[in-house]
Protein backbone atom coordinates (compact mmCIF):
# COMPACT_ATOMS: atom_id res chain seq x y z
CA UNK A 1 0.00 0.00 0.00
CA UNK A 2 3.02 2.58 0.88
CA UNK A 3 4.68 1.78 -1.50
CA UNK A 4 1.79 2.36 -4.04
CA UNK A 5 1.12 6.01 -2.14
CA UNK A 6 4.79 6.56 -2.56
CA UNK A 7 4.32 5.89 -6.65
CA UNK A 8 1.21 8.44 -6.30
CA UNK A 9 3.21 11.00 -5.19
CA UNK A 10 5.83 10.39 -7.52
CA UNK A 11 3.65 10.81 -10.22
CA UNK A 12 2.39 14.48 -9.12
CA UNK A 13 5.79 15.72 -8.97
CA UNK A 14 6.66 14.62 -13.07
CA UNK A 15 3.48 15.99 -14.03
CA UNK A 16 3.04 18.86 -12.04
CA UNK A 17 5.82 21.29 -11.80
CA UNK A 18 3.64 23.53 -9.11
CA UNK A 19 4.40 20.77 -6.77
CA UNK A 20 7.29 21.49 -4.76
CA UNK A 21 7.58 18.99 -1.51
CA UNK A 22 5.24 16.12 -0.20
CA UNK A 23 3.93 17.66 2.63
CA UNK A 24 2.44 19.55 0.25
CA UNK A 25 1.46 16.60 -2.08
CA UNK A 26 0.16 15.03 0.54
CA UNK A 27 -2.22 17.66 2.03
CA UNK A 28 -2.97 20.08 -0.77
CA UNK A 29 -3.79 18.04 -3.84
CA UNK A 30 -7.09 16.54 -4.23
CA UNK A 31 -7.08 14.08 -6.99
CA UNK A 32 -4.65 12.13 -4.95
CA UNK A 33 -7.40 12.43 -2.00
CA UNK A 34 -9.72 11.24 -4.65
CA UNK A 35 -7.85 8.22 -6.07
CA UNK A 36 -6.60 7.09 -2.74
CA UNK A 37 -10.88 7.15 -1.50
CA UNK A 38 -11.56 5.44 -4.67
CA UNK A 39 -9.27 2.34 -3.93
CA UNK A 40 -11.21 1.77 -0.89
CA UNK A 41 -14.36 2.15 -2.72
CA UNK A 42 -13.59 -0.27 -5.50
CA UNK A 43 -12.64 -2.69 -2.62
CA UNK A 44 -15.91 -2.40 -0.81
CA UNK A 45 -17.90 -2.66 -4.65
CA UNK A 46 -16.00 -6.08 -5.37
CA UNK A 47 -16.34 -7.43 -2.38
CA UNK A 48 -20.16 -6.85 -2.66
CA UNK A 49 -20.46 -4.11 0.07
CA UNK A 50 -21.62 -1.76 -2.62
CA UNK A 51 -24.25 0.52 -0.38
CA UNK A 52 -20.95 1.14 1.70
CA UNK A 53 -18.84 1.83 -1.53
CA UNK A 54 -21.19 4.48 -2.88
CA UNK A 55 -21.45 6.12 0.76
CA UNK A 56 -17.38 5.74 0.84
CA UNK A 57 -17.30 7.82 -3.02
CA UNK A 58 -19.76 9.79 -2.06
CA UNK A 59 -17.93 11.47 1.12
CA UNK A 60 -14.72 11.66 -1.60
CA UNK A 61 -16.91 13.24 -3.87
CA UNK A 62 -17.87 15.80 -1.31
CA UNK A 63 -14.46 16.30 0.07
CA UNK A 64 -12.30 16.23 -3.25
CA UNK A 65 -15.03 17.77 -5.83
CA UNK A 66 -13.97 14.68 -7.74
CA UNK A 67 -16.66 12.35 -8.51
CA UNK A 68 -15.82 8.60 -9.47
CA UNK A 69 -18.20 5.66 -9.43
CA UNK A 70 -16.38 2.77 -7.08
CA UNK A 71 -17.30 0.41 -10.09
CA UNK A 72 -14.72 2.20 -12.49
CA UNK A 73 -11.35 0.44 -12.99
CA UNK A 74 -8.59 2.46 -12.85
CA UNK A 75 -4.20 1.76 -13.40
CA UNK A 76 -1.13 2.91 -11.83
CA UNK A 77 0.17 6.29 -11.55
CA UNK A 78 -3.17 7.84 -12.81
CA UNK A 79 -2.94 11.89 -12.01
CA UNK A 80 -5.70 14.44 -11.58
CA UNK A 81 -4.75 18.14 -11.78
CA UNK A 82 -6.75 20.40 -10.05
CA UNK A 83 -9.77 18.21 -10.25
CA UNK A 84 -12.97 19.91 -9.33
CA UNK A 85 -15.76 19.06 -12.05
CA UNK A 86 -14.25 15.52 -12.51
CA UNK A 87 -16.56 12.62 -13.21
CA UNK A 88 -15.63 9.41 -13.96
CA UNK A 89 -18.99 6.52 -14.83
CA UNK A 90 -19.54 2.95 -13.27
CA UNK A 91 -17.86 0.97 -16.26
CA UNK A 92 -15.24 3.38 -16.57
CA UNK A 93 -11.58 1.89 -17.51
CA UNK A 94 -8.35 3.65 -17.23
CA UNK A 95 -5.10 2.60 -17.67
CA UNK A 96 -1.17 3.33 -16.84
CA UNK A 97 -0.44 7.24 -16.35
CA UNK A 98 -3.34 8.65 -17.35
CA UNK A 99 -3.50 12.13 -16.85
CA UNK A 100 -7.06 14.29 -16.22
CA UNK A 101 -7.55 17.87 -15.55
CA UNK A 102 -10.59 19.74 -13.90
CA UNK A 103 -13.50 19.14 -15.69
CA UNK A 104 -13.46 16.43 -17.74
CA UNK A 105 -16.12 13.61 -17.83
CA UNK A 106 -16.13 9.97 -18.95
CA UNK A 107 -19.67 9.56 -19.16
CA UNK A 108 -22.05 7.24 -21.40
CA UNK A 109 -24.74 8.35 -23.79
CA UNK A 110 -27.09 4.84 -22.71
CA UNK A 111 -29.57 4.36 -20.07
CA UNK A 112 -28.43 0.36 -20.99
CA UNK A 113 -26.89 -1.40 -18.41
CA UNK A 114 -23.76 -2.96 -19.32
CA UNK A 115 -20.68 -1.16 -20.78
CA UNK A 116 -21.66 2.47 -21.61
CA UNK A 117 -18.13 4.12 -20.46
CA UNK A 118 -14.84 4.91 -22.57
CA UNK A 119 -11.94 2.95 -21.91
CA UNK A 120 -8.32 5.29 -21.64
CA UNK A 121 -5.26 3.22 -22.61
CA UNK A 122 -2.37 3.89 -20.75
CA UNK A 123 -0.28 7.35 -20.92
CA UNK A 124 -3.74 9.36 -22.25
CA UNK A 125 -3.85 12.73 -21.66
CA UNK A 126 -7.15 14.49 -21.73
CA UNK A 127 -7.52 18.34 -20.89
CA UNK A 128 -9.95 20.21 -19.08
CA UNK A 129 -13.13 20.35 -19.29
CA UNK A 130 -12.99 17.85 -22.02
CA UNK A 131 -16.18 15.49 -23.13
CA UNK A 132 -15.46 11.57 -23.50
CA UNK A 133 -18.93 10.22 -23.58
CA UNK A 134 -19.36 6.02 -25.17
CA UNK A 135 -18.70 2.79 -24.85
CA UNK A 136 -15.38 3.42 -26.89
CA UNK A 137 -11.49 3.35 -26.52
CA UNK A 138 -8.73 6.04 -26.85
CA UNK A 139 -5.76 4.35 -28.01
CA UNK A 140 -2.22 4.58 -26.21
CA UNK A 141 -0.73 7.92 -25.90
CA UNK A 142 -3.42 9.89 -27.50
CA UNK A 143 -4.03 13.52 -26.62
CA UNK A 144 -7.83 15.23 -26.10
CA UNK A 145 -7.95 18.98 -26.29
CA UNK A 146 -9.53 20.97 -23.92
CA UNK A 147 -13.68 21.42 -24.07
CA UNK A 148 -13.84 19.09 -26.79
CA UNK A 149 -16.66 16.33 -26.93
CA UNK A 150 -15.12 12.58 -28.12
CA UNK A 151 -17.84 10.73 -29.34
CA UNK A 152 -15.85 7.66 -30.94
CA UNK A 153 -12.99 5.47 -31.22
CA UNK A 154 -9.20 7.52 -30.83
CA UNK A 155 -6.31 5.84 -32.50
CA UNK A 156 -2.84 5.45 -30.51
CA UNK A 157 -0.82 8.47 -29.91
CA UNK A 158 -3.00 10.86 -31.83
CA UNK A 159 -4.51 14.45 -30.97
CA UNK A 160 -8.16 15.38 -30.95
CA UNK A 161 -10.45 18.56 -30.61
CA UNK A 162 -13.42 20.15 -31.49
CA UNK A 163 -17.09 19.17 -31.11
CA UNK A 164 -17.27 16.53 -32.10
CA UNK A 165 -14.08 15.87 -31.80
CA UNK A 166 -11.33 15.41 -34.69
CA UNK A 167 -7.77 13.84 -35.21
CA UNK A 168 -5.38 16.98 -36.31
CA UNK A 169 -2.25 14.82 -35.57
CA UNK A 170 -1.50 11.69 -35.73
CA UNK A 171 1.32 9.57 -34.29
CA UNK A 172 4.98 9.92 -35.22
CA UNK A 173 8.42 7.97 -33.65
CA UNK A 174 11.00 10.57 -33.90
CA UNK A 175 14.47 9.64 -35.65
CA UNK A 176 17.27 8.33 -32.66
CA UNK A 177 18.96 11.92 -33.84
CA UNK A 178 16.24 13.75 -33.22
CA UNK A 179 15.03 11.56 -29.72
CA UNK A 180 19.09 11.90 -28.81
CA UNK A 181 18.56 16.16 -28.97
CA UNK A 182 15.26 16.13 -27.34
CA UNK A 183 17.48 14.45 -24.06
CA UNK A 184 19.97 16.82 -24.28
CA UNK A 185 17.74 20.21 -24.83
CA UNK A 186 15.14 18.94 -22.79
CA UNK A 187 12.69 19.48 -26.24
CA UNK A 188 9.98 16.91 -26.34
CA UNK A 189 10.75 14.77 -29.68
CA UNK A 190 7.14 13.96 -30.35
CA UNK A 191 6.28 17.60 -31.04
CA UNK A 192 4.07 17.97 -27.94
CA UNK A 193 4.28 19.17 -24.52
CA UNK A 194 3.84 16.99 -21.79
CA UNK A 195 0.11 18.39 -21.52
CA UNK A 196 -1.11 18.98 -24.91
CA UNK A 197 0.01 19.63 -28.47
CA UNK A 198 2.68 22.54 -29.29
CA UNK A 199 2.83 23.09 -33.60
CA UNK A 200 6.17 24.98 -32.21
CA UNK A 201 7.69 21.96 -31.20
CA UNK A 202 6.16 19.88 -34.18
CA UNK A 203 7.99 22.67 -36.58
CA UNK A 204 11.20 22.13 -34.60
CA UNK A 205 11.12 18.15 -34.49
CA UNK A 206 11.07 18.02 -38.21
CA UNK A 207 13.66 20.91 -38.42
CA UNK A 208 15.90 18.64 -36.07
CA UNK A 209 15.14 15.59 -38.46
CA UNK A 210 16.32 17.24 -41.78
CA UNK A 211 19.66 18.62 -40.39
CA UNK A 212 20.50 15.99 -39.05
CA UNK A 213 20.07 14.12 -42.46
CA UNK A 214 22.09 17.00 -44.40
CA UNK A 215 24.72 17.02 -41.65
CA UNK A 216 25.19 13.14 -42.10
CA UNK A 217 24.75 13.75 -45.57
CA UNK A 218 27.84 16.28 -45.65
CA UNK A 219 30.15 13.93 -43.88
CA UNK A 220 29.75 11.23 -46.52
CA UNK A 221 30.35 13.27 -49.31
CA UNK A 222 33.62 14.14 -47.17
CA UNK A 223 34.58 10.74 -47.10
CA UNK A 224 33.58 9.72 -50.30
CA UNK A 225 36.01 12.55 -52.12
CA UNK A 226 38.73 11.48 -50.28
CA UNK A 227 38.28 8.11 -51.02
CA UNK A 228 38.30 9.15 -54.61
CA UNK A 229 41.64 11.00 -54.18
CA UNK A 230 43.87 10.18 -51.89
CA UNK A 231 45.66 13.01 -52.29
CA UNK A 232 42.80 15.30 -50.92
CA UNK A 233 43.05 15.62 -47.30
CA UNK A 234 39.96 14.21 -45.27
CA UNK A 235 38.32 17.02 -43.13
CA UNK A 236 37.76 15.78 -39.61
CA UNK A 237 33.97 17.73 -39.56
CA UNK A 238 32.48 17.03 -35.87
CA UNK A 239 29.00 16.79 -36.46
CA UNK A 240 27.56 20.47 -35.84
CA UNK A 241 30.35 20.23 -32.90
CA UNK A 242 27.82 18.56 -31.08
CA UNK A 243 29.04 15.48 -30.99
CA UNK A 244 27.38 14.46 -27.69
CA UNK A 245 24.09 14.75 -29.14
CA UNK A 246 24.39 13.64 -32.53
CA UNK A 247 24.55 9.65 -33.84
CA UNK A 248 27.39 8.47 -34.53
CA UNK A 249 28.00 7.27 -38.07
CA UNK A 250 31.34 6.67 -38.81
CA UNK A 251 30.28 2.70 -39.18
CA UNK A 252 27.86 3.58 -41.61
CA UNK A 253 30.47 5.56 -43.27
CA UNK A 254 33.58 3.30 -42.95
CA UNK A 255 31.29 0.67 -44.36
CA UNK A 256 30.09 2.60 -47.51
CA UNK A 257 33.53 3.53 -48.23
CA UNK A 258 34.72 -0.31 -47.91
CA UNK A 259 32.24 -1.04 -50.82
CA UNK A 260 33.28 2.11 -52.97
CA UNK A 261 36.86 0.28 -52.96
CA UNK A 262 35.53 -3.14 -53.43
CA UNK A 263 33.39 -1.35 -56.59
CA UNK A 264 36.91 -0.38 -57.83
CA UNK A 265 38.76 -3.14 -57.64
Not at 104 to 121: D, E, F, Q, Y
Not at 123 to 131: D, T
Not at 140 to 159: D, I, Y
Not at 231 to 243: A, Y
Amino acid sequence: MFARIKEDIASVFDRDPAARNTWEVLTCYPGLHAIWGHRVSHWLWAHGLKWLARLNSNLARWLTGIEIHPGARIGRRFFIDHGMGVVIGETAEIGEDVTLYHGVTLGGVSWNKGKRHPTLGDRVVVGAGAKILGPFTVGAGARVGSNSVVVKEVPPGATVVGIPARIVHEAAEPSAAVAAIAKKMGFDAYGLSRDMPDPVANAMSTMFDHVQRLDERLVQICRLLHEMDSRMPELELSKLELPDICVDSTSALDSLAGNSRRKGD
